[in-house]
């Protein structure tokens, strides 16, 4: 007897989650990606398995949704296209997501937010964003409408944020790598992001500032404490850090 599920999974791209169907007793294989566009993927299945919703975003387009046949994921009906025309009359600075290799042979992902007059021929501070909590990213390939980082772009700082191994939510491995060290491994792979991001031409490598919450805060601290990388930094930490 054949019974199928549907779950999410990071799917051929680490910060793109897709919906996965699998059939055949539940043991795996026979592994079906339902959604197959760029982003990350909310799904609705009906009550029988025949249909589901789609809700989708990626970094430059904001949230559309879809239905789809549960069998095959052919299209059935675009249900919101969600133009968001308001947004046109904003100067936006654009979202890039980059990968950084590490010395060790691990990948770290992160984002780069751009001024909307960006001109690769300027020098710009950076302004790095940081949560870096254990098993916590907050790189996705999905759309970001935070105000505070565009009020910063437009006034001529490249916006920069990066998910520590620890943070990376690809499995225990990474994530025990802050166990009983907190802030160890954290550091090295945020130096190794920022050694990195000063290697392009459009980077001012003496005006680099980090802002963190809770154990974001925690880690802007450690930065400032442990590095010389850093000018300046605004934290804040809602409870200690143990």
Same mark, same amino acid.
């Given at each position: 007897? !054949?019974?199928?599920?549907?779950?999410?999974? #990071?799917?051929?791209?680490? %910060?793109?989650?897709?919906?996965?169907?699998?059939?055949?007793?539940?043991?795996?294989?026979?592994?079906?990606? *339902?959604?197959?566009?760029?982003?990350?993927?909310? #799904?609705?299945? @009906?009550?029988?398995?025949?249909?589901?919703?789609?809700?989708? @975003?990626?970094? &430059?387009?904001?949230?559309?949704?879809?239905?789809? &046949?549960?069998?095959?994921?052919? +299209?059935?009906?675009?249900?919101?296209?969600?133009?968001?025309?308001?947004?046109?009359?904003?100067?936006?600075?654009?979202?890039?997501?980059? /990968?950084?290799?590490?010395?060790?042979?691990?990948? +770290?992902?992160?984002? %780069?937010?751009?001024?909307?007059?960006?001109?690769? &021929?300027?020098?710009?501070?950076?302004?790095? /964003?940081?949560?870096?909590?254990?098993?916590?990213?907050?790189?996705?390939?999905?759309?970001?409408?935070? =105000?505070?980082? &565009?009020?910063?772009?437009?006034?001529?700082?490249?916006?920069?944020? %990066?998910?520590?191994?620890?943070?990376? @939510? !690809?499995?225990?491995?990474?994530?025990?790598?802050?166990?009983?060290? *907190?802030?160890?491994?954290?550091?090295?792979?945020? #130096?190794?992001?920022? =050694?990195?991001?000063?290697?392009?031409?459009?980077?001012?490598? =003496?005006?680099?500032?980090?802002?963190?919450?809770?154990?974001?805060?925690?880690?802007?601290?450690?930065?400032?404490?442990?590095?010389?990388?850093?000018?300046?930094?605004?934290?804040?930490? !809602?409870?200690?850090?143990?």
């Amino acid at each position: 007897m !054949k019974h199928t599920a549907c779950f999410f999974s #990071v799917a051929h791209v680490t %910060v793109t989650w897709h919906a996965i169907s699998i059939a055949c007793c539940l043991d795996g294989s026979e592994l079906t990606r *339902l959604t197959h566009a760029d982003g990350t993927h909310q #799904v609705t299945v @009906s009550p029988g398995g025949r249909y589901y919703i789609d809700t989708w @975003s990626d970094i &430059q387009r904001p949230t559309r949704v879809a239905l789809f &046949q549960g069998n095959n994921g052919a +299209l059935v009906r675009r249900l919101d296209t969600n133009p968001v025309y308001a947004a046109e009359a904003w100067e936006l600075g654009q979202y890039a997501l980059v /990968q950084i290799p590490t010395a060790d042979g691990c990948m +770290l992902d992160g984002n %780069v937010l751009y001024p909307p007059d960006f001109d690769p &021929q300027q020098r710009y501070p950076v302004w790095v /964003q940081v949560y870096g909590g254990p098993h916590a990213p907050r790189i996705r390939n999905a759309f970001i409408s935070r =105000e505070r980082d &565009q009020l910063l772009a437009n006034w001529g700082l490249i916006v920069f944020c %990066v998910d520590p191994r620890s943070a990376s @939510s !690809k499995g225990a491995i990474s994530t025990w790598t802050a166990y009983r060290r *907190l802030g160890v491994v954290e550091c090295a792979d945020l #130096v190794t992001a920022l =050694e990195w991001l000063t290697t392009h031409p459009w980077v001012d490598g =003496e005006r680099l500032g980090m802002q963190g919450h809770s154990y974001g805060g925690f880690l802007t601290a450690y930065m400032m404490t442990h590095t010389r990388l850093l000018r300046g930094c605004l934290q804040s930490i !809602k409870q200690p850090v143990v």
